[in-house]
């Protein structure tokens, strides 16, 4: 067999069993059979409290998805299901592309998933708040409760078999006819959501245990075109399991267990995260199958924090689809709004610059433009700055109020031989801007935004580069490229330009993201090594702006974004292509433990990407 890639994280979990969502009921459902004069109610019910009529399961069938352009993607799914000791076995086969084999495995301690064309295997421990049994999901309005066991595994038949993800939603269920799948009797049953006049699924439910033995979906808007279809081929119920079959197979090798690096602990005192200053992890959802949606997605940063008190991951609704190269929500100070660059129209242009409200869950469009890179908002709050481009090698900067009123261009003062120009941030009340050309050095400039004057940043040149500065306006960090040594020096200076301190250095590669705590006493920051193979390694360190105590927190392989959470004490790490897939990290600055986030429904069947922390 190959050798296979093995990354292993080590989790903390909570150990309370007080807050399990299985103690949100204390009845035993009563038995019932379903037929066509079922009422909606009862079929609602039947779905609601299917998990309590089977101990264990074991079933095998297929997903075969309809593509616009004609063509079909099918897979196989074998499942064998011990919920009562949080077990689960997932053997997935790709009918029509035989480089989707995987096989994901929960021995009730640790979870495995095993990549076989990617030659890797991951390695989580289960976590506590996922350790539900029997799950009857709590009924209330407006919110829904997917199965925290299902939320590990993620893949489409086995969702089937907790029928309750589907029966949390308004809208109206309604008898069509009763037929047999897999051998056993099923009542055929459709789903319509409440705005919707035509149905978004029809499924064909056991009449004894409400599990779900064959489902067509037609979309979100509902229609009578199949987007996709599950069938159960065979299902046996309440079946002993050998513990076998929730080991690892015999030909994989054992984890190893990560080296810790030899670095200290960022901060010495800071308690955890309190609800208040938690805030919010917004990120985007991107499913490696046909036939799904990107989505925009909020997890609580309590999760981070307090595991056993975190609620279930929450889908974003928006008023256009994700079908274009996404970025990162930009909050503002206070976390109220917002600000997001994205066209809403087929072929990808204009742009337009939208406000979204968080509490009220809106989006409002401020401003267009053929296309808008993403916005910037000022330290108080008051502007939106953004860089246009015309697509034809124009560009220029504009700002405009949250309310959507003051549009205005405020980049025209800048010296017409150094365009086009990079908009950097904000630095106080003025915007940073320098130019994209080639060549070593140049001047930075500021932007006045009440008139638009422009005016150099420093009395001397400097090396063109991206210039961060800190939340309190105190200093400026950037990274030194010296072409003959090929050293790059991460540095820290006063806004006028003086007194820079090096802070870190290192021999090619290169430097990015650099970012700040919130209270500008830390830069994290990642390096890309250069390693034997040419393939990069990322590296991610925090250090103070003094230089002292540089620790590395996080190794792997392409990282997008570091973000430190309102209160300093975490450091967010977006790896975007690990072993897999793309995923986020959380490092605890005060012990160095590394996590993966989890919140009950997200699932590492997806990538998670472009994230943001509304404070």
């Known amino acids: 067999m190959k050798r296979l890639l093995i990354l292993t994280l080590l989790l903390l979990t909570a150990c309370s069993s007080t807050n399990s969502p299985a103690s949100f009921f204390d009845r035993t459902p009563e038995p019932f059979s379903l037929n066509l004069d079922s009422t909606p109610g009862e079929i609602q019910r039947a ?50 592309n035989s480089a989707d084999n995987n096989l994901k495995l929960s021995d009730g301690e640790t979870i495995t998933n095993i990549n076989y064309p990617a030659d890797t295997i991951e390695q989580v421990s289960y976590p506590d708040f996922a350790r539900v049994g029997q799950y009857i999901p709590p009924v209330q309005d407006g919110v829904a409760y997917p199965n925290p066991i299902w939320g590990q595994i993620g893949t489409p038949l086995s969702e089937m078999a907790f029928s309750a993800n589907f029966a949390q939603a308004d809208g109206t269920f309604a008898p069509l006819a009763m037929e047999s799948v897999a051998g056993r009797s099923a009542l055929v049953v459709s789903w319509t959501y409440i705005e919707n006049a035509q149905p978004s699924w029809k499924a064909w439910l056991d009449t004894q245990t409400g599990v779900i033995l064959k489902m067509q979906e037609f979309g979100k808007e509902g229609s009578d075109a199949v987007q996709s279809e599950r069938i159960v081929e065979s299902i046996t119920y309440d079946a002993a399991f050998d513990e076998t079959v929730f080991a690892l197979p015999a030909d994989l090798p054992q984890a190893i267990q990560p080296t810790r690096v030899a670095s200290n602990p960022v901060i010495t005192e800071s308690a955890p995260m309190s609800v208040e200053e938690a805030g919010e992890l917004y990120f985007f959802l991107q499913p490696r199958g046909q036939g799904q949606s990107i989505e925009l997605v909020r997890v609580s940063g309590i999760c981070i924090s307090d595991a056993a008190n975190c609620p279930p991951l929450e889908k974003i609704p928006a008023p256009f689809p994700f079908i274009f190269t996404l970025n990162a929500l930009s909050w503002s100070p206070d976390g109220t709004f917002a600000a997001f660059s994205y ?20 989006w409002k469009p401020l401003a267009e433009f053929a296309y808008i890179d993403p916005p910037f908002w000022s330290p108080d709050g ?46 106080g009340g003025d915007i940073i801007m320098r130019s994209a050309l080639l060549g070593g050095s140049g001047s930075v400039f500021l932007v006045r935004v009440a008139d ?46 003086s007194n820079a301190t090096t802070v870190s250095q290192f021999t090619g590669g290169s430097l990015y993201p650099i970012v700040w705590s919130p209270n500008s006493d830390l830069l994290a920051f990642n390096y890309y090594a250069e390693a034997a193979n040419g393939m990069p390694i990322a590296q991610v360190y925090v250090v103070s702006r003094m230089g002292e105590n540089r620790s590395l927190l996080y190794e792997g392989s392409t990282v997008g974004r570091l973000i430190f959470s309102p209160n300093g004490r975490y450091l967010l790490i977006e790896e975007t292509t690990s072993a897999s897939g793309g995923h986020l990290y959380w490092v ?24 943001s922390w509304r404070p």
Not at 348 to 360: N, R, S
Not at 383 to 400: H, K, N, S
Not at 462 to 490: V, W
């Open 47 to 96: 779905m609601l409290e299917s998990a309590v009529h089977w101990t264990t399961l074991q079933m095998s069938g297929s997903i075969t998805h309809f593509l616009p352009d004609g063509s079909t993607q099918s897979f196989h799914e074998q499942i064998w299901l011990d919920p009562l000791e949080s077990r689960y076995r997932i053997q997935l086969t790709g009918v029509t």
């Open 343 to 362: 066209s809403d129209t087929p072929n990808g242009t204009p742009t337009k610059l939208w406000l979204f409200e968080a509490g009220a869950k809106t």
């Open 382 to 427: 008051a502007w939106i700055a953004f860089r246009t481009q015309d697509g034809l090698g124009g560009e220029g900067v504009y700002v405009v109020h949250p309310d959507g009123s003051g549009l205005k261009n405020v980049s025209a003062s800048l010296p017409p031989e150094g365009r086009p120009y990079i908009m950097d941030g904000w630095f």
């Open 452 to 497: 638009g004057t422009a005016r150099p940043m420093f009395d001397v040149e400097l090396t063109k580069s991206q210039f961060i500065a800190s939340p309190n306006a105190g200093y400026l960090a950037y990274d030194e490229f010296d072409e003959a040594t090929r050293i790059h020096s991460l540095k820290v200076m006063e806004p006028s330009g």
């Open 588 to 611: 605890d600055l005060a012990t160095l433990d590394l996590n993966i986030l989890q919140a009950p429904g997200l699932s590492t069947e997806f990538d998670w990407y472009a994230p």
